[in-house]
């Protein structure tokens, strides 16, 4: 690990606001631990717990919720870091807070507060975990007093930076999220009032937007965990069978939500070759531990064979080190298209059910009408922290963001129990 930390520099270690050592008796720990202390004790981490991934989180004992999910790509983002010899505390770190800024009923919660944040400066679930990290989450304050937020490092928060670019610079909308929800909204990460902190970040970085290599294991981490467990999630809930897909049904759909370049005959020959991975079921699961253990088996081997994969290419195409901007990380394009044929068999089974469609709709309408009550009634009905930042707001476009702030810290529950309360007569 002394070999790893030596390749990040005192710029990489600097903080918004420097912060004296920890008292002598305290254990010693290195700057990157400190923030992945930080995450993890933050109130915004421990509230993913009752935050939709795909279903809710209550719908079931069994499916991922945000925080279940956030452990996953923590795991898988470390594990890939150190075989690379990136700074695996930093890609935890940066696996862990990424989803931090995901509203309640997650990409839905998502598009909805989008929405009716336009007057604001839209909304965005990777701008709002910056705007965490930096500013609503208590832990430092500079010297007139205002919030830095956590007080994070520079090569961490960069690592959290998924979208390095603001609206203004965004890529036209497109495709789907990883929920199945169509992308309405570009993506960014940063908002307009946040730029300073966003600015300081990026602060020895390339022009453009090109991401740091531990962001760009993050990212990874975060496609591989959700292709495979959104799979294992669904064929446990009896929705999908491994042994019996509706290929032309599952074609279209992979075609229609993420690579509508690809022909049968390709997608044909991927899925063989997953299906000659030694665990992949010879039997439809049928919920004895078994077969469970089964499923577990072939989660395993698939994140174990997309992330050798990449660091084989990663490997190849360069000699590191692959630290910040020496170096990027390389998806070959056969795993690219392996991970996507086992997002289409999810979202053709999973994502496309009637039942939750309906069910996205009523969540959308929920959280509409408790952002209007609460422009209405605020700062009378806020939380004591976003009361502060509505007085010191100075215009409706301000007072509109802590409203929208308030309503995304929210959980699912919290969420639907804040409407039943506001809009009862």
């Not at 044929?341 to 009523?362: P, T």
Request: glycine share 6%; with cysteine; aromatic share 6%.
């Amino acid at each position: 690990m002394e070999e790893v930390e030596e390749r990040y520099d005192a710029a990489d270690r600097e903080r918004i606001v420097p912060e004296p050592p920890k008292r002598v008796d305290a254990p010693e720990r290195k700057p990157f631990e400190r923030d992945r202390a930080r995450v993890v004790h933050a109130a915004s981490f421990r509230r993913l717990a009752a935050k939709t991934q795909v279903v809710g989180p209550q719908s079931d004992d069994f499916v991922r919720n945000r925080l279940t999910h956030s452990l996953e790509v923590a795991q898988i983002a470390r594990d890939l870091s150190r075989a690379l010899g990136t700074h695996p505390d930093i890609a935890e770190t940066a696996a862990l807070a990424h989803d931090l800024g995901h509203p309640p009923f997650g990409h839905n919660g998502e598009r909805a507060l989008n929405r009716l944040a336009a007057d604001c400066g839209g909304f965005e679930g990777n701008a709002q975990t910056l705007r965490l990290l930096t500013r609503l989450e208590a832990k430092t304050a500079d010297p007139t007093g205002t919030s830095v937020g956590l007080n994070l490092t520079r090569a961490t928060l960069d690592a959290c930076t998924k979208y390095p670019w603001p609206l203004a610079e965004a890529p036209q909308p497109g495709g789907v999220h990883s929920d199945g929800m169509t992308r309405e909204g570009s993506k960014f990460g940063v908002y307009d009032d946040d730029l300073a902190a966003f600015r300081w970040l990026r602060k020895g970085a390339p022009p453009g937007r090109r991401r740091c290599v531990e962001a760009q294991v993050m990212d990874l981490a975060d496609d591989v965990a959700y292709s495979v467990h959104d799979v294992e999630d669904g064929t446990v809930a009896g929705k999908i069978d491994l042994t019996r897909l509706d290929r032309a049904g599952v074609w279209e759909t992979v075609r229609a939500w993420y690579a509508p370049d690809l022909d049968d005959d390709t997608l044909d020959e991927v899925l063989a070759r997953l299906q000659q991975i030694g665990s992949w079921p010879p039997s439809s699961y049928d919920g004895t531990r078994g077969s469970l253990a089964a499923l577990k088996n072939l989660t395993s081997d698939l994140i174990g064979r997309f992330c050798g994969a990449v660091q084989q290419a990663t490997f190849q195409a360069s000699d590191g080190p692959f630290v910040r901007y020496h170096a990027d990380l390389v998806i070959p394009a056969d795993t690219w298209i392996e991970i996507t044929v086992l997002k289409g068999i999810a979202a053709h089974y999973v994502m496309q059910a009637d039942e939750r469609v309906a069910l996205q709709e009523r969540q959308r309408e929920l959280l509409t009408e408790l952002v209007t009550v609460l422009l209405d009634r605020a700062p009378d009905e806020l939380d004591e922290a976003f009361v502060a930042d509505w007085n010191q707001s100075a215009d409706d476009a301000a007072r509109l963001r802590v409203v929208v702030d308030q309503v995304a810290s929210l959980t699912d529950a919290s969420a639907a129990a804040w409407h039943a309360r506001l809009t009862a007569p």
